[in-house]
């Protein structure tokens, strides 16, 4: 963190985004690529994306007779769930109930794409640094026909502490966590945030409900709201970090669903995991780069300097501030 | 791939670098961060990082009680290698017996480092979008007092492979890319460079020697001279790709090293790494967020069409072209 930055910075971020706009096919009553208008909705929008990376009939490929060439189909959906009808807000400006339609709608689509597909996999890019195309509020799901290679390793190392220890393995760790205090950045009733001990972006962070919870529909209504109303400290204190609209990808992890949906998964833990990649400033990112990508990462900051910066940060939005 | 892009664009290279600045760090006969002047180097140029992430007497931490929050010092060195005494070259635009001295250079450092350290990572972070902060041609070297993570899974595959099979991984998988074509880039005498099969990043290349060659000091002084000549036609067609200045980020992997180099490391086969960002234009890249950081990689085009656009380039540099 000494070293002096000569690198890239990031372009400031645009101006305003208008808060409608009949041309942005995210907006209530657009026309999107497909020719589709939609609805006027007021609160959250589930639709199929129009440019989806995983389709339900993709053709299987031609079997090969070596070991080393070995493919298999990846089927799936992929949809876009708008949060809010405007454009200009996100999730942090957005009220609890507002937040908490949005957990609902993860939930209902995390049971409806379940009961087809092992693997639903909830996340949001947020801000161009994170690849994201639209301003508007929104998240994507796709789901898959497989368990992704990120999924599977998680049910690796979890199913084993559990065959070890005899409880999930993210239970303990949370326990630990709120005992320790270190890593800490928020806690409510039945939520806790912490930067997790492994972390390898600056201020990445990981959300775990208290109680073991396999998979998002299973949260009680009073732990959707509190959901709704940690995610909003959270993300508050994300933007005040730098004093801007703080970029990401999050995404939601549970226990496997599909047609095995109804074995034993007791091993899971659902969570949330939030990959920031600003380090030093608004404009200033960590690249991932050569020896991260060829040998392992590496922090220019530590986990418990990354919490405490976020601890000390206040739950009010900068921009809503009486100055 | 169809799908229209309306997010961020990458700012256009700078202009012009000037050929020599007093002020770079890394030019022939400036002053570093540290006071020391740099001699009046003609060729390649190696030295010690002054901003080492990786120290050779970092202390150890507190050891944990408790099985989830076990950590390990992280002991090592880092060193920078300037390619060239000139800022304005970078090695596609420099003569194969130049680029053959730096190939020299990473043999030597490999074997220097390598006797104290098991694992010696060369890598070079080309452009800004590879958080490279020094328009100076160079690369970095972080040898560690132990495997990373990367090294440690391509151990464990080579080791399974070479147990089952009875010869190393990457020498059959070579063998059947020379055969089957659809993912080779370059082949000459010593080395063929190839879209592998499990490419995430869209124009992705793996370098391998066709001989069985466990680190870099072993290879034979023709051996040297052709890797010259083939990055050469590779990073030219990197730069013809897009008409600039491709950025990448890649290094070198080979068996293990330190105390335990004599023991039996056959399994392994040397090879190097190229991970460029760009996927459309010499200003979009492709954005490895969301679904990739927390599912799965997930390819806009196959290897098969990279390696088929790559092989289509010409191997003159597109800035030495006659009009
Ligand atoms: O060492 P540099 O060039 O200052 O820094 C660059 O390479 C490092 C090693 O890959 C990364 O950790 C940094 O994020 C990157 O900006
Ligand atoms: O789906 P989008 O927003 O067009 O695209 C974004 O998210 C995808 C899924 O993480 C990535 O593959 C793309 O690289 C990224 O630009």
Not at 71 to 92: I, N, Q, Y
Not at 200 to 219: A, D, I, M, N, S
Not at 229 to 258: Q, R
Request: hydrophobic share 35%; proline share 10%; aromatic share 10%.
């Amino acid at each position: 963190m000494k070293r002096p930055w000569q690198g890239q910075v990031e372009p400031p971020l645009l101006k305003t985004v208008p808060r409608h706009d009949p041309h942005n096919p995210l907006c209530p009553g657009a026309t999107r690529a497909n020719g589709e208008v939609n609805p006027d909705y007021d609160g959250t929008f589930l639709f199929d994306n129009d440019f989806p990376a995983l389709q339900p009939d993709a053709p299987s490929p031609v079997p090969s007779d070596h070991p080393l060439f070995q493919a298999e189909a990846a089927r799936g959906v992929c949809k876009v769930m708008c949060f809010h009808p405007w454009s200009d807000v996100t999730l942090p400006l957005m009220s609890v109930s507002e937040i908490r339609a949005v957990v609902d709608a993860w939930a209902s689509v995390t049971e409806e794409l379940g009961a087809q597909y092992p693997w639903v996999q909830i996340f949001e890019n947020k801000g161009t640094m994170m690849g994201c195309s639209n301003p508007h509020p929104h998240c994507q799901v796709w789901a898959s026909s497989f368990l992704p290679d990120i999924a599977q390793r998680e049910e690796r190392s979890q199913r084993a502490y559990q065959t070890q220890n005899g409880e999930p393995l993210l239970m303990e760790y949370g326990r630990q966590e709120l005992l320790r205090k270190e890593r800490l950045v928020l806690a409510s009733e039945h939520w806790i945030v912490l930067v997790p001990f492994w972390a390898v972006w600056p201020f990445q962070t990981l959300l775990l409900p208290r109680r073991h919870v396999r998979r998002l529909p299973e949260l009680t209504p009073a732990e959707r709201h509190d959901l709704a109303s940690i995610m909003k400290k959270l993300l508050t204190k994300y933007d005040n970090l730098f004093e801007t609209s703080f970029p990401y990808s999050m995404g939601w992890h549970g226990a496997p669903m599909g047609s095995e949906a109804g074995t034993n998964w007791d091993h899971w833990q659902l969570h949330a995991h939030y990959y920031p990649p600003l380090l030093r400033s608004a404009t200033i990112r960590k690249f991932m780069v050569g020896y991260e990508m060829l040998a392992q990462a590496q922090r220019d900051l530590t986990p418990e300097q990354a919490a405490e910066r976020l601890r000390a940060l206040p739950e009010v939005h900068y921009s809503l501030e009486q100055k």
